[in-house]
């Protein structure tokens, strides 16, 4: 059994269409683990093979209940989830990993969230530029993250250590070069 593309499948119906398998997602995002399973015809899934795909995913991108009889994804929606996030304090700096063909579009708007809840941004570079790698040619953006805070906006971090914000101002980017 492919585990990466069970994690690509999970991502997808936690995180974006669970309707598409007529799964209902708690406010929480939240999913119940059994209808999951039942629901699903690509692949053959069982909670071993989801306690598998969870513990063995590099990004932390799911988290499984207390009680093992859920499962959510911790970011990246396009559904509309509470996350239920508190707002932190975040290092100085923090970095964005983007594409260099968007580099124009983002030095005159800024970082927006796009369908996503949420502007995604990183303490380390290698994980910044492993997103940037999926959309082209990866760059790196260092956010005045400090600043941005003693300015008012908020951010938090999720539970595989990815923070958020809900958007990035131009006047907060340079590029890490």
Not at 49 to 71: C, E, H, P, W, Y
Not at 108 to 121: A, P
Not at 159 to 173: I, T
């Given at each position: ?11 997808f119906?936690l ?21 999951l ?13 989801i ?16 009680d ?7 970011q ?6 509470k ?16 594409a260099e ?11 927006k ?6 502007v ?6 290698k994980?910044a ?38 958007e ?10």
């Amino acid at each position: 059994m492919d585990l990466k593309k069970i994690s690509k499948y999970l991502s997808f119906i936690l995180r974006h269409q669970p309707d598409s398998i007529g799964l209902e997602l708690s406010d929480e995002g939240w999913a119940n683990i059994n209808e999951l399973i039942g629901k699903t015809r690509k692949f053959k899934l069982t909670k071993e093979l989801i306690d598998t795909v969870v513990a063995s995913n590099d990004k932390k991108r799911f988290l499984v209940s207390d009680d093992g009889l859920r499962i959510k994804a911790n970011q990246g929606h396009s559904v509309n989830v509470k996350l239920e996030l508190e707002p932190m304090t975040p290092p100085d700096v923090l970095l964005h990993g983007t594409a260099e063909r968007f580099l124009d579009s983002i030095f005159r708007q800024g970082l927006k969230k796009q369908q996503r809840h949420h502007v995604h941004l990183s303490e380390t570079q290698k994980t910044a530029l492993s997103v940037g790698a999926r959309y082209g040619k990866p760059v790196l953006l260092k956010v005045d993250s400090k600043l941005m805070h003693e300015h008012g906006l908020e951010f938090f971090m999720t539970e595989n250590d990815v923070w958020l914000v809900d958007e990035v101002p131009v006047e907060y980017l340079t590029l890490n070069v």
